[in-house]
């Protein structure tokens, strides 16, 4: 099944959908110069390019707040997303495992509010998916959630529910904290608090040695531009910059080419320590 990936997507999609699952990722063409956020007119070329091949697109895949970008994806780009797999007659899975870490700027927004104030217009075309393991730090856990307007969906996830059953004592204890409305509450606000904190701190001692950051405002993630470092302007070139700071000073980050960045030199910080 061919989709639209808005790229740059985290690297794990490739295990999970593509070699799993033998979904087709087509990548949708966004870059620095726009400060990599999707437009319109590059939806309708990598969907236009995919028909050329005789590719026939099924959906439209998002990750809002993005990894690797660490920023929230705008009201109005969501609305132009809409419009245009309304328009093409097909999907949009929006995975916004992210959206309970948003630290500063913009807050975040859910595709779902965007249906509510369209009335819930095409509702059964949207499907988002989420999961504890960010927010609440619970990828141990694995409890996520499907939330579609789309009852064949709702149904064959139902059924599918049997082969993942989450166990009563995951079930008992989950329910009880996220019940307790002022210990989720104090949560919420204290993490983003230390997020912001972690965030402002690498991005400080970034720019203090000459190097940029797309601006973020949510997740665990900063992108950070090494471009200047870069012997050429390539893959090749990141890749050996890559293995220079994973070797000679011990620090692994993610070159921008595993999460399919058509730039060379960005790269994916994580920034969240645990205190």
Not at 25 to 47: G, M, R, W
Not at 115 to 134: C, F, G, P, T
């Amino acid at each position: 099944m061919p989709c639209l990936f808005l790229p740059p997507y985290y690297p794990g999609f490739d295990r999970d959908l593509r070699w799993r699952t033998g979904v087709k990722i087509v990548p949708v063409h966004c870059d620095s110069s726009s400060n990599f956020e999707i437009t319109p007119q590059a939806l309708e070329k990598a969907y236009n390019e995919a028909e050329s091949m005789n590719i026939k697109v099924r959906g439209v895949l998002m990750t809002n707040p993005s990894n690797p970008l660490g920023a929230t994806i705008k009201r109005s780009t969501l609305e132009e997303i809409l419009e245009f797999v309304t328009r093409k007659n097909i999907h949009l899975v929006s995975d916004e495992i992210y959206s309970g870490s948003t630290f500063s700027g913009e807050e975040f927004v859910s595709v779902a509010e965007v249906l509510e104030a369209q009335n819930y217009k095409d509702s059964e075309r949207v499907h988002i998916v989420y999961s504890l393991s960010k927010d609440l730090g619970l990828p141990g856990f694995r409890v996520g959630t499907i939330y579609s307007y789309n009852d064949k969906v709702v149904t064959t996830a139902r059924r599918m529910s049997s082969f993942t059953l989450i166990s009563s004592q995951t079930q008992q204890l989950l329910a009880s904290m996220l019940s307790d409305e002022t210990f989720t509450a104090n949560y919420i606000k204290t993490n983003r608090e230390r997020l912001k904190k972690r965030y402002q701190m690498i991005i400080d001692g970034l720019r203090n040695s000459g190097i940029e950051c797309l601006k973020g405002n949510a997740g665990l993630f900063c992108w950070m531009n090494l471009s200047p470092l870069l012997e050429e302007p390539t893959k090749e070139s990141e890749l050996i910059l890559w293995k220079s700071m994973l070797h000679e000073v011990k620090l692994n980050i993610s070159p921008g080419s595993s999460c399919h960045c058509s730039d060379p030199g960005w790269f994916r910080v994580c920034f969240r320590e645990y205190e």
